[in-house]
C-alpha cells in the first residue's frame, strides 16, 4: 500500500500491516520464529538481520511516517543514536552537536569518542551559525534535537541541512520530541531521523525500542554496522510497537491539544517562575516552530518559585506520576538534574540553563481539568508544609 497522499492516521494504521492470509485477522499476525529457510528462498531471514517479516512491516510504517525510503529499528533509542553515529565516524572524522542535547547523547559522546578517535565539539547555542563556527575540516555529521530535551528549544532545520550540505556533511536529529505527527525533518533537508521509539511511537509506557530513518543508501550504511552491533528487536516488541503506532496520530494530537491548554495554565500561574513550550507566543523559537512543526507537541518544562520545593512538589501530586521516561498516555513529570541529565556537571547542566527547580511535564491524554487540580493541590501541600514550624 503506497502512503503517498495518505492521511496520518491512515498511514499509522495500515502500512507495513502484514495480511492474515490463513486466518484473515484484522491485525498483522506475530512471527516468533528466530530460525527461517535458506534453500530456495528470496530473502535469508534472521532477526539480527532486521528482516523478519515483522520486523520488515514495522520498518516500512516507520518510513512512510518520517516520509524517507527506509528505516530499521533497534532494541533502544540509544542503540539508534550510537548506530547511526558510528556509522559515518570513524578514527580521525569530528561531529559538531548541539549544545542542548538528551543526557543519555551527551554521556555517549563524552564518554565513548575518544576511545574511538572521535572528535567532537558542542554548540553554544541553537542557531545555524552556531554550528557552522564549529565546521573543521574532518567535520563529517552535525546532530541536533529539536524540540531540544529539556528546555523545548527550536533549532532552524533549514538553516542547519542548507550549512551542512554546503559543506557535504550528513545531518542528524533526534525527533523524539515532536513525533512524525509533528514534524518531520527530512522535509527540511535533514539526512538522518532517530527516534527513541518508546517515547510517543509506544505510547504506553511498556515497550522500548529505537528507530533510524533515511535514503536508502544512507540505511545500507547504517545496516551494515547495525548488524554487527546486534541491537535488533525481538518480534514480540516489534508486533506490540506496530501496534501501539496505529494510535500515534490520536494519542499526539489530544497531547498536543493538553500541553498547549496546560503551558497557558502554568504560564499565568503566581507560584511558576517560568514556563518552557514552543507553543506560547512568548516562547523565543514560537514563529520558527510554526514554520517546521505541524503541533507543537505533548511535552513541556517549567520552573517552581524558589519557595515551591520542587521534589516536595512532585512527591505531592496524585494523579500525575513520577517517571523516567515519557509520552505515555498519562501524564508524568521529573526533575532532569536527578533523571535525564544526572550524569553532566552542574557547570554543563548551569551552562544549558537547566536549574535544580527545573520541572519536565509530558503531558498525557486525562482530562485538563483534572490534571490542574492536582497541581493546585500539590503546591497547596508543599504552602503547607513550608509554613509548620519546625521542632527545635
Not at 532486521?50 to 530499521?72: D, R
Not at 572524522?93 to 574511538?116: C, S
Not at 518480534?235 to 499526539?252: A, F, N, P
Not at 486525562?366 to 487540580?373: P, S
Request: aromatic share 8%; with cysteine.
Amino acid at each position: 500500500m503506497s502512503s503517498k497522499s495518505k492521511g496520518i492516521n491512515t498511514v499509522c494504521t495500515h502500512v507495513g500491516e502484514l495480511v492474515d492470509k490463513q486466518y484473515k485477522g484484522a491485525v498483522s499476525p506475530l512471527y516468533m520464529s528466530t530460525s527461517y529457510a535458506f534453500d530456495d528462498v528470496d530473502v535469508k531471514r534472521y532477526p539480527r538481520y532486521f528482516n523478519t517479516p515483522n520486523q520488515e512491516g514495522l520498518c516500512k510504517k516507520i518510513a512512510a511516517l518520517e516520509h524517507a525510503e527506509a528505516a530499521l529499528i533497534f532494541g533502544s533509542g540509544m542503540a539508534a543514536v550510537s548506530t547511526a553515529l558510528m556509522a559515518f565516524l570513524h578514527a580521525g572524522d569530528h561531529v559538531v552537536l548541539q549544545q542542548t542535547l538528551y543526557g543519555g547523547t551527551y554521556n555517549l559522546v563524552t564518554e565513548e569518542f575518544a576511545k574511538f578517535g572521535i572528535e567532537y565539539s558542542f554548540t553554544e547555542g541553537w542557531e545555524p551559525k552556531d554550528f557552522e563556527t564549529q565546521i573543521k575540516d574532518n567535520t563529517k555529521v552535525i546532530y541536533m534535537e529539536t524540540p531540544s530535551n529539556p528546555l523545548l528549544t527550536i533549532t532552524d532545520l533549514v538553516g542547519v541541512a542548507s550549512i551542512a550540505k554546503k559543506h557535504g556533511i550528513i545531518t542528524m536529529i533526534d525527533n523524539t520530541f515532536a513525533s512524525p505527527v509533528n514534524q518531520n525533518p527530512i522535509e527540511f533537508g535533514v539526512d538522518v531521523v532517530i527516534h527513541s521509539a518508546t517515547k510517543y511511537m509506544g505510547g504506553h509506557s511498556d515497550i522500548c525500542a529505537g528507530a533510524v530513518a533515511s535514503s536508502q543508501k544512507n540505511m545500507d550504511k547504517i545496516f551494515h554496522l547495525a548488524k554487527n552491533f546486534g541491537g535488533s528487536l525481538s518480534d514480540y516488541t516489534v508486533w506490540l510497537l506496530e501496534r501501539s503506532i496505529k494510535t500515534m496520530g490520536l494519542r499526539v494530537r489530544a497531547q498536543n491539544e493538553n500541553a498547549m491548554a496546560m503551558a497557558y495554565y502554568l504560564n499565568n500561574h503566581d507560584d511558576i517562575a517560568a514556563v518552557y513550550y514552543p507553543g506560547l507566543p512568548t516562547h523565543k523559537d514560537h514563529e520558527l516552530a510554526k514554520k517546521q512543526m505541524k503541533g507543537f507537541g505533548g511535552m513541556l518544562s517549567f520552573e517552581l518559585k524558589p519557595n515551591i520545593d520542587a521534589s516536595l512538589f512532585q512527591k505531592s501530586l496524585r494523579l500525575i506520576k513520577s517517571s523516567m521516561s515519557l509520552a505515555g498516555v498519562e501524564s508524568t513529570v521529573l526533575s532532569p538534574t536527578q533523571t535525564s541529565h544526572a550524569l553532566m556537571s552542574a557547570e554543563i547542566r548551569s551552562k544549558q540553563g537547566i536549574k535544580d527547580g527545573l520541572i519536565r511535564f509530558s503531558v498525557g491524554i486525562e482530562e485538563v481539568e483534572d490534571l490542574i487540580e492536582d497541581i493546585e493541590y500539590a503546591i497547596i501541600k508543599v504552602k503547607e508544609y513550608i509554613s509548620i514550624p519546625s521542632e527545635n
